[in-house]
């Protein structure tokens, strides 16, 4: 790995501790700008196109003109994947609302949850704070972003992994980093995007597991008494892949033991990422 971890940017390569952003972009003055983090196993980041085309959906919705294609964000991050030595990481991608708009690519530890939280399982409390479906910025991933930032703090502040919202109808939406399921009478459910949901890459990946193994799964609108009779539930993101919940604030979910879908989802999940990285 290089002593100097650089960053790709639209001006130029740059050192990672060095300022990219100008103090009179919009996204220092107002965090309007946009990002996404996907993640590379063995050097091959797993569903580029998609990402990017949810980022391009967001600044078309916004009137961005993005500084790059897919094609130069491919060829980017994989020339920093090689010159970091990092074939499992964590990539970012920025772009800012300028004028003019700018991008930066980095390369960045993984940082997944520990193995003990897979065997274990994790707790998730609801949030105080709710997601609306008619703001401007819903199911769009942002750079203004601290509501999220905060929203996590103060649920790993109480203990828990993670922060879960609801809407402003009292529906149950989405956590700060992650899509959340869970597994009620034999069926699968999970929030729709008129939730106000951003829809994520590999909830759609574990979309189409579950289709594929003809497992039933519903997407919805539900309040957070749903949860009361799960058998067992999970997060979806691109870092912690399927993560099993095995608690909702101090109630436990079947006894507090990680299910055995969210196992078997898990697995399988690893399965189509090498078969679409090969």
Same mark, same amino acid.
Do not use: C, K, N
């Given at each position: 790995?290089?002593?100097?971890?650089?960053? !790709?940017?639209?001006?130029g390569w740059s050192n990672s501790s060095a300022p990219w952003i100008p103090v009179g972009d919009l996204a220092a003055q107002h965090g309007f700008g946009f990002f996404e983090t996907l993640r590379?196993?063995?050097g091959r980041v797993f569903r580029p196109e998609q990402h990017f085309a949810r980022m391009a959906r967001s600044a078309r919705q916004f009137r961005v003109k993005l500084p790059l294609?897919?094609?130069?964000?491919?060829?980017?991050?994989?020339?920093?994947?090689?010159?970091?030595?990092?074939?499992?990481?964590? &990539?970012?991608?920025?772009?800012?609302a300028g004028p003019p708009p700018l991008a930066a690519i980095q390369v960045l530890p993984?940082?997944?949850?520990?193995?003990?939280?897979?065997?274990?399982? &994790?707790s998730v409390w609801f949030s105080p704070w709710r997601r609306c479906t008619q703001a401007a910025l819903a199911g769009h991933k942002t750079m203004n972003y601290f509501e999220n930032y905060w929203a996590r703090a103060e649920a790993q502040r109480r203990g828990h992994f993670e922060a879960i919202f609801l809407n402003e109808r009292g529906e149950v939406a989405e956590g700060t980093r992650a899509n959340l399921f869970w597994v009620s009478g034999g069926k699968v459910f999970t929030p729709a995007l008129s939730t106000g949901i951003l829809a994520g890459v590999t909830r759609t990946a574990l979309?189409?597991?579950?289709?594929?193994?003809?497992?039933? &799964?519903?997407?919805?609108? !539900?309040g957070p008494e749903a949860l009361d009779d799960a058998q067992e539930a999970f997060l979806a993101s691109t870092i912690v892949e399927v993560l099993p919940v095995v608690a909702v604030g101090k109630r436990r979910i079947d006894g507090g033991r990680p299910g055995t879908l969210a196992k078997l989802l898990r697995q399988v999940f690893r399965r189509k990422v090498e078969a679409e990285l090969k």
């Open positions: 790995m290089t002593s100097s971890p650089l960053v !790709w940017t639209t001006r590379a196993y063995r294609d897919a094609r130069a964000f491919r060829r980017a991050a994989g020339e920093l994947l090689t010159l970091h030595g990092r074939p499992d990481a964590r &990539v970012r991608l920025t772009v800012t993984l940082a997944p949850p520990p193995d003990r939280a897979y065997a274990r399982g &994790v979309l189409e597991i579950l289709r594929a193994r003809r497992i039933p &799964v519903e997407q919805g609108a !539900w």
